[in-house]
Each structure stands twice: as C-alpha cells, then as structure tokens.
C-alpha cells in the first residue's frame, strides 16, 4: 500500500447527501468531507380535474441531486488531494425511476413517503397475500417496498407502463448519468420484495403473479463490482482525471454495517441511527420463519451475510418535532439545544410505540405523539421538554425489545452493541440504549455508511486485503466511545410497562 490511493463515496440520505474521500497512504487511513449539500423532497398539490381537490405528491429532485454529485466531485478537483481513483454511490432502500428504450426518465422519481401507496397493498395482496409474499423474498411488506411502487404503476399508470423499456433504482439513476451503466446492486435488491433470497435473483414468479415485465429489471451485481468510468466528455466538463465508478453496496445500512467494528457477529447487535433506526445482527443465511415474519423483521443481503434487522422509526419523531417547532418559534433548534430539553424532561413520564402508523408521516407530530397517549390510556405531555425525554425513551427500549426478539430467533444473545451512523453522536440516546438493553455500547463511527462505501470500493481495487482489514484500519483512526447500563432497575421496570403497551 506504498503509493497514495483515494476512493470517493457518496452518501445520499433522504435529508442530505455528503461526499466524503477515504485516503489509503502508507498503511494508514484517513477520511476527509469534500462536501454536503441538502436533499429536499418536493411536494406539489396537483387537479387530476377541474373542480376536484388536489392530491397531495411527494417528489425527489433527482436533477438536482445529479448537479450536487457533480458539484462534489468539482470541489475534489479544487481540494488538492489528487487523483479519485474510484467513485460509489450508497442511499436509502427504495425508490427509483422507469426509462424509456431512448434513455428518457418516465415521470418524476416518487419519495417513499407519498400517499399514493397508503392503500395500494391491499389490492396487491388480493393477489399474493402477505405471508406467501414473505415466504417468497424473507422480507415484510412496507406500503413503500419497491413491489408495491411497480405494482402501483401496473395498475394505476398501465398507459406509462406501456412506454417503459427498464428500471433503475435510486442509486442506479445517478450511475447511470455518470456512466451509463444500467444495474441494480444486490444489497439494495433485498429490500424490493422482488428478489428470490436462495437464488439471488430476480424472482419470476412474484413478477408473473403480478404482471409485471420482469425484462425492465436493470442487471444485478454484486457490491464491489467495477460497473465502468465516468463519461470522457463529463470528466472534462468537471475537470477531474479519469474515474473508476464500483457499485458498492447500493444501501447505506448494508454500508453501515460494514463499518461495524464488530469482534464477534454472533454476540453483536448492530444499530444503524439515523432517521431510520435499522436494528440487527449478522447471520450466515436467511431466517425465513413464522416468528420473523410475524414480528416484522426482515432478512437484508450484506456483503457476504444476512442482516436479520427490524426497521425501527429512528430519530425522525424527533426530526419533525424539532422542524415543527422551529417553524413555530421563527427560528432553529439546534441538535445539542434539543438533547439538553429531552435531559430536563420528567423521566419515564409515558411511552409511545415509535413504529406506530401514526408516526409515519403526520401533520404534526406533536399532536400525534399526545393522541398516542390519550388513545392508549397515558398521561399526555405537555412540556417539550417531556415529549423528548419520552421518544427518545422510548426509542431506547424499542432497541432494547428488538434485542430481546433477535436472541429468541436466533438462539444466541447478544453480549454488546454497536451504533453506528449519525445517531452515534447522541450520547443521551447511547446512554439511553446501553440502559434498556443491559449492555455495553459502542458508539462509531458516526460516517459509517461513507466508510462502508469506501471499504467495498477498496477490497475491490485491491487496496485492502479484506474487510476486515479495513475496519482495523478504522479502528486506529477513528476511536469510538463506550456507554454502560446505568439505573438497570428502573430501567427493567420501564421495559415491562413498555412491552405492556406492545401488546
């Protein structure tokens, strides 16, 4: 590893996108943020016809998120780093857009939290019921599922279908633009409903059973597949040198989850927290069993395993409630302002089930959090101070039953976890989370999902050995911090009434 090699990663989130260069010197690492921008979703009221209300719609600007790559990669050039030798692109597990056979985009590209699908599953599952559904891919059904938007457009938009010739995913837009390149990387497949988990490939006969042509299906990969370069004309344009593009794990928590610095798989519960929180453990094979699909966990293709993991609604609560009061007040609630509020809160004042359907995408959130503790026979907070305290509480005992679930499953309890991503900077939720598990927590690092993209990419070059090898690179460069359970009464106490709710 004698000569200096940088491998670009590009972390598009469903708030912000980032673009950070992980430099490979002389046996040591060291990671570097080029740039950030934001990535807002577009809502548009639009008539069908005169004299109907309009419909609300949920859009991502992917234009812009191509001009904001490109702007990251320009601000490279001017960073004095030198050469990009390979470029991958990560994002959230769903979404994507149709083409016609000329290269045209068919529509705007729907966010996964518009309204059109709040209903569409339950035609689909005419078809298909839920459980052989499940038992067909190990994954459970969300209205957001790829499965669902392509079944969407089969039955509501037949006259846009007629002119589609393939389908990219998120990630796969921008290759695309880049490269040219028409795939779909295999971790971010797995979470389509579409994908057969034995033969990892696209499932026949759940296209069959609903209809839709499987020959718009883009070609799957592997993550760490070289996928080409960037167009001649673009690097021109840009002025950058000539640029690998790899498909590296095209879903950021396959990418998290990568940067884990896990020692031992079978005693490691790992959390990705961020907006979603993706609670889990890395297994050899997929667990494909009334217990899983009755609890709702999902068995996601990592980078030579299986991520068992529930999708637990991570700090977007508080996400909305903290936009929600800026826009009240007239001005920004800072992160740190917002965890000294959650500390001053009445402690275990109620809970909230954060996964609750009502949480998904309100108004106001505030409203649906004191609607969600009147309804269920609670106090109902008033403070914001202890509406905080609640979710994040709540939040940390989610993980904490979550945890208790993989050890049924699996048979092996866990003995430590790791958190990862940006939620690992919130030592009131780490503090919170070592409480109700019992366990150790290892918070880092916190652009796990960027160092996971850059990992892949060089195992993929040849920069690194293994992946593990990477992580220990990491590791020596990146420390992590430690929490240990504290108050574990109380805290005990709390997850019996917590699961109470549950049920």
């Known amino acids: 590893m004698a000569k200096k090699k940088v491998v670009g990663a590009f972390d598009i989130g469903a708030s912000g996108g980032k673009f950070l260069a992980g430099i490979f010197d002389g046996g040591g690492f060291e990671l570097k943020e ?7 979703p577009v809502s548009l009221y639009l008539k069908a016809e005169q004299g109907q209300s309009p419909v609300s719609k949920i859009y991502w600007n992917d234009l812009s998120i191509y001009q904001e790559i490109l702007a990251g990669l320009r601000k490279f050039s001017e960073s ?19 083409y016609t056979k000329e290269g045209e985009i068919t529509g705007r590209v729907y966010n996964y939290r518009d309204h059109r699908l709040d209903r569409i599953r339950d035609e689909l599952f005419e078809v298909v019921s839920e459980r052989e559904l499940f038992q067909l891919t190990g994954v459970p059904s969300y209205p957001f599922n790829m499965v669902n938007q392509l079944f969407w457009l089969m039955r509501k938009r037949p006259d846009v279908m007629k002119i589609v010739d393939f389908f990219l995913p998120i990630t796969g837009i921008f290759y695309y633009y880049l490269c040219g390149a028409r795939i779909c990387e295999y971790t971010w497949a797995t979470t389509t409903q579409l994908l057969d988990p034995h033969t990892k490939e696209w499932s026949r006969a759940i296209f069959e059973r609903f209809g839709i042509p499987i020959s718009i299906m883009p070609a799957l990969v592997e993550p760490g597949t070289k996928i080409g370069f960037i167009h001649e004309e673009l690097t021109r344009d840009i002025g950058i040198t000539p640029c690998e593009v790899i498909a590296t794990a095209a879903h950021d928590t396959a990418c998290a989850y990568v ?28 667990v494909i069993n009334d217990i899983v699909f009755e609890n ?11 991520r068992l993991l529930k999708n637990v609604m991570g700090t977007w609560i508080v996400q909305e409630l903290r936009r929600k009061w800026s826009e009240k007040d007239k001005k920004d609630l800072s992160w740190d302002e917002i965890v000294e509020m959650a500390k001053k809160g009445e402690k275990f004042f109620a809970f909230i089930d954060p996964d609750d359907s009502s949480f998904f995408n309100p108004d106001d959130m505030e409203a649906a959090v004191k609607k969600f503790c009147r309804d269920s026979g609670q106090r109902v907070p008033e403070g914001r101070e202890t509406i905080l305290r609640m979710v994040y509480e709540s939040l940390a005992l989610k993980y904490g039953a979550t945890n208790e679930m993989i050890g049924e499953i699996t048979g092996k309890k866990n003995k430590i976890v790791y958190i990862v991503g940006g939620g690992a900077k ?16 290892v918070a880092g690092p916190v652009e796990a999902t960027a160092i996971g993209n850059i990992l892949i990419q060089a195992k993929a070059l040849g920069i690194i050995e293994s992946l593990r090898e ?34």
Do not use: Q
């Not at 080029?34 to 807002?40: A, D, G």
């Not at 004095?80 to 149709?98: E, K, Q, R």
């Open 34 to 40: 080029i740039y950030r921008f934001e990535n807002k």
């Open 80 to 98: 004095g780093i030198g050469s990009l030798d390979s470029l991958g692109i990560d994002a959230w597990g769903t979404d994507g857009a149709c």
């Open 259 to 286: 940067a884990a610095p896990v020692d031992d798989e079978e005693s490691s519960l790992i959390i990705s927290s961020g907006t979603w929180s993706l609670v889990g453990k890395l297994i050899p094979e997929p």
């Open 296 to 306: 709702h966990f999902t068995n996601e293709g990592g980078v030579g395993n299986i």
């Open 426 to 441: 919130n030592a009131l939720l780490n503090e919170f989370t070592a409480s109700a598990t019992g366990l150790p927590v």
């Open 470 to 503: 990477g992580t220990s690179l990491v590791k020596a460069s990146l420390p992590a911090a430690r929490y240990e359970p504290e108050d574990t009464g109380l805290w005990k106490k709390a997850m019996e009434d917590f699961k109470k709710l549950l049920r």
